[in-house]
């Protein structure tokens, strides 16, 4: 069973920085994507940051220039550097790893079970 667990969350103040980790395990087949997700309170989960296999990058509006997802050198690993961190980053953030499962192109989606990431002003 896949599993992916996520680490590096806290409280922090405005400004600050936070480093988040992801890890997966149950699987020896690479993700074609690993990404972090973030639901803030009373909205939707969106997308933060997303790395693909060759290593094209694609983050939210909100955090360019000052989020930066990054591979580990452990397969299925993923981390998120986020700087300059603001309230509105207050969040419960999500490690995903995505790959495909057949040859129709179906994407199967693994979650982890959140970090919550709190900036106080």
């Known amino acids: 069973q896949v599993q992916l667990v996520e680490s590096g969350g806290g409280l922090v103040e405005t400004g600050g920085s936070l480093r988040l980790s992801c890890a997966a395990s149950g699987t020896t087949r690479t993700f074609d994507a690993m990404g972090w997700y973030r639901q803030r309170p009373g909205n939707e989960r969106e997308l933060v940051a997303v790395?693909?296999?060759?290593?094209?990058?694609t983050y939210a509006n909100s955090v360019t220039g000052r989020f930066t997802i990054s591979r580990g050198n452990a397969k299925n690993t993923v981390y998120l550097q986020m700087n300059n961190l603001q309230p509105g980053d207050t969040a419960v953030y999500y490690c995903n790893g995505a790959r495909t499962v057949n040859v129709e192109g179906a994407i199967a989606n693994y979650w982890g079970q959140g970090t919550q990431v709190t900036v106080s002003s």
């Open positions: 790395l693909r296999s060759g290593g094209r990058t």
